[in-house]
């Protein structure tokens, strides 16, 4: 069972990882595959990330998934072939025990963070969870919903950062908050992706900035966070979601050969 003791390391930061939705069985096990080969060889903790649908979506005919059971049965085949833990977003209570068939790590979408049955819902499954930290939280407010998931018997938990909103329409980064999320003892992971969307959008689309993805990991690197998540795609202007703040796939080694030697430097 995965623990937060056997993602945490000394030397080197976990991944949380993969698609921003399973579009594909195909697609899945290829970019498992490929991620898992690059972290092993690097020494990094790796977990497979892909959600099984997308509830919040800016438009009715948004792209929300292949099907529920389908994309958690490749969630589930995802960890089987290649023997590493996974992760999906859950965003009905329901959907817990769900999910924890399939996957390793329960994700608390930001929005969502503030949900007590949901974090609930999430703890009494005993798997990991990851609580994103809401868009329109202070890093200090996030220890109330760890709390939650505490109380309800269980002590698995991960924080992520993933931006505050800034205006309308953008998202910043307060790298103060790592240490402070830090500090209530739990593992604090940095969103390098969502935390670059710039969202609502005349268009209705999300919108972003992959470019700076890399400035936002090595800084959080720097900051001290335990684990990154990043998602990644091997075209991302042909992803069903979430394209425009995503790491091109092909991307993700040499940036992570950099990060790396940023965490041996500490």
């Known amino acids: 069972m995965l623990t937060i003791k056997k993602l945490v390391q000394k030397?080197?930061?976990?991944?949380?990882?993969?698609?921003c939705v399973i579009e594909s069985e195909a697609m899945a096990l290829a970019i498992a595959e490929k991620i898992a080969t690059i972290t092993q060889r690097m020494g990094i903790p790796y977990v497979f990330k892909g959600s099984f649908k997308k509830a919040?979506?800016?438009?009715?005919?948004?792209?929300?998934?292949?099907?529920?059971e389908k994309a958690l049965k490749i969630l589930g085949k995802v960890r089987d072939t290649f023997h590493i833990p996974v992760v999906t977003d859950i965003h009905e209570n329901c959907d817990a025990a769900r999910?924890?068939?399939?996957?390793?790590?329960?994700?608390?979408?930001?929005?969502?963070?503030?949900?007590?049955?949901?974090?609930?819902?999430?703890?009494?499954?005993?798997?990991?969870?990851?609580?994103?930290?809401?868009?329109?939280?202070?890093?200090?407010?996030?220890k109330?919903?760890?709390?939650?998931?505490?109380?309800?018997g269980n002590d698995q938990v991960l924080l992520t950062e993933r931006g505050t909103t800034f205006g309308y329409t953008d998202l910043v980064v307060d790298y103060r908050g790592i240490p402070e999320m830090q500090a209530f003892g739990f593992?604090?992971?940095m969103d390098a992706t969502h935390s670059l969307q710039q969202p609502n959008q005349a268009s209705g689309v999300t919108g972003g900035m992959p470019q700076l993805i890399e400035t936002i990991a090595k800084a959080a690197i720097a900051t001290g966070a335990d684990g990154l998540f990043?998602?990644?795609?091997?075209?991302?202007?042909?992803?069903?979601?979430?394209?425009?703040?995503?790491?091109p796939l092909d991307l993700l080694e040499p940036l992570l050969a950099k990060l790396l030697r940023i965490r041996k430097a500490l």
């Open 56 to 68: 919040n979506r800016s438009k009715v005919d948004s792209f929300t998934g292949i099907g529920d």
């Open 230 to 247: 990043i998602e990644t795609h091997p075209e991302p202007s042909k992803a069903l979601s979430d394209g425009a703040n995503m790491l």
């Open 11 to 19: 030397d080197a930061f976990f991944l949380l990882a993969g698609p």
């Open 144 to 152: 109330f919903a760890v709390q939650k998931v505490v109380d309800s």
């Open 99 to 142: 999910a924890a068939q399939y996957v390793d790590m329960l994700q608390i979408p930001a929005f969502l963070c503030r949900q007590t049955d949901l974090l609930a819902a999430a703890a009494r499954t005993g798997r990991v969870v990851n609580i994103k930290k809401g868009q329109f939280l202070s890093p200090a407010a996030m």
């Open 187 to 189: 593992p604090v992971v």
